[in-house]
């Protein structure tokens, strides 16, 4: 019985890596899935199941496996059940949806801010978390992000909540995001309630919306399902309290809980420097209760928590099971996702932090390659043109984004190598590593010292800063485009059949014939073909009709033309030149 090989591969994966983890051409694998009516470029990416699909059509001896997420690893916690003490908890809610769909709008009407008007281009850029009471009733909402660049927030918003809601733009329908969105939620195997939005707007067809749904395997309550849909305008106010009252009652149905008399623990939600205070983390609490002076460990970071406040910057002493809070504190900054947990004393703290840094050490020394893939590699990056980039952030969350996004760039023939990446401002360091490894410094939300401006002008060093991360990933885009080479197309344009030679040198031949299809025209290139071999490819450098030069000659006709070459050249009567152009274009990714 044939042995099958066992491949672990991503949720997602583009068919270029698919192709590479196969050991197979990429056009084999793009004409597999023609064949299977899914059109996909290299660098397009397909979901696992159609994966597998294509795979086991080629009869490869290859079984493809689903990788389990590190969010998946990291939220594995989050199926321990409640013990009998455990006490009622609110709900953590996260909105999600496709861009411009009225997700931030939505929770501006319910919050009363206008937190999209300070989100460059309209878009939210960071996981938001706040509270608000509803009927004396606490709910926890995360705002996630819109643009694809965000899946990896995103996907931590759906498993870091209780209950889901997809925001769909009622004159707009399911769109890619919200797909992926619903696929998050189903994923995180939480309740899912659809806010149809913009029902004001003209337009607006919300059984469509239901229709769309039900394609999607999620059938609405008056259709027979489970599907909780509210029908709500983010302009208006209409279906609001609907929307928070269907939240309350989800939640009694659930019967959320979580144990206090445990050690916090809960999760990094965002993390960023902050001048004057350090570290900074956002995170969400999940069991226990936080207090200020407590220490935390998250990763391989620990704090002793000097100040928590809420989502409204006010201070508070304690922090409750599925309250959002800020701290401060940490002695290095924690990572985006990562999970915190109290400990008794600093010492019991610093423990577990260097424990986790072994860890983390044995781990990356543990990293295998097969010689196959190494010699692989070796070849593929013998052929790579690569960017060095360094990449600056104001939060992880966004570093971690924009890196994937990028990642997501490289093709076989151009790559981006990151030179360095980190939170905060640019700094003098960052201008001194892009100047000996020749990098382009992007910064991210972030700001330039005015040292560190004067340092990058005097040594030439290039920062780029962005606010919208899909114009970061534009630019990159263009400057990989500039390392691919160049596209040659060539363009057929007539053939003469030659009646006479009329002098012939090292460099130059002069000869005559009649154009027995399309046209010749000067510029142009000319192979000189002598039954099936082609003997040359030489230039046309002038044409002929009688004593006139000419600049093109069409079927039919009689001409003289002079040709360069650059190496010496029998030309003989009925020899053939078959004459074309050849243009240089650039390329783009």
Partial sequence: MATTTQIEIDDMITVGTLAERLSIPVSGLITELMKNGVMATVNEKIDFDTAQIIVEELGLGIELVKKSTDIEVKHAHKKTKPSAKAISRPPVVAVMGHVDHGKTSLLDKIRGSKVVEKEAGGITQHISAYQI???????????????????????????????????????????????????????????????????????????????????????????????????????????????????????????????IDVPASGLIIEAHIEIGRGPIASVLVE????????????????????????????????????????????????????????????????????????????????????????????????????????????????????????????????????????????????????????????????????????????????????NVIYELIHDVKEELSRLLSPEIVETELGKLDIKGVFKTTKTEIICGGEVVAGKLQVPALARVVRGREVLAVVTVTNLKKGPNDVKDVHEGEMCGVDLKTSQKLDLQEGDKLEVFTRETLERKL
Avoid at 333 to 344: M, Q, S
């Fill in 133 to 259: 009471e509803h009927k004396g009733r606490a709910i926890t909402f995360l705002d996630t992000p819109g643009h694809e660049a965000f899946a990896a927030i995103r996907e931590h918003g759906a498993l870091l909540t209780d209950i889901v809601i997809i925001v769909v733009a009622a004159d707009e329908g399911i769109k890619p995001q919200t797909i992926e969105a619903i696929r998050f939620a189903k994923h995180a195997d939480v309740k899912i309630i659809v806010a149809i939005n913009k029902i004001d707007k003209e337009g607006a067809d919300s059984n469509r919306i239901k229709q769309q749904l039900s394609e999607q395997e999620l059938l609405v309550e008056e259709w027979g399902g489970d599907t909780v849909v509210v029908e709500v305008s983010a302009k208006t106010g209409q279906g609001i309290d609907d929307l928070l009252d269907m939240i309350l009652l989800v939640t009694d149905i659930e019967d959320l809980k979580a144990d």
């Fill in 287 to 466: 069991s226990g209760e936080l207090r200020v002076g407590d220490y935390i460990v998250a990763g391989t970071s620990y704090a002793k928590i000097r100040t928590l406040e809420n989502d409204k910057s006010k201070s508070i002493e304690i922090a409750q099971p599925s309250t959002p809070v800020t701290i401060s504190g940490f002695k290095t900054l924690p990572e985006f996702g990562d999970e915190f947990v109290a400990y008794d004393s600093e010492k019991a703290a610093r423990e577990a932090t260097n424990q986790m840094l072994k860890d983390s050490k044995d781990n990356a020394s543990r990293l295998d390659i097969s010689s196959n893939e190494l010699i692989r590699l070796i070849n593929r990056n013998n052929e790579l043109q690569e960017l060095n980039v360094i990449v600056k952030a104001d939060v992880q969350g966004s570093l971690k984004s924009v890196i994937d996004s990028l990642k997501a760039l490289d093709t076989e023939e151009v790559s981006v190598r990151f030179v360095g990446t980190g939170v905060g401002p640019i700094s003098e360091n960052d201008i001194r590593l892009a100047n000996t490894s020749s990098a382009i410094i992007y910064g991210f939300n972030v700001y330039i010292p005015a040292s560190s401006k004067q340092q990058a002008k005097r040594d030439k060093v290039t920062i780029r800063q962005y």
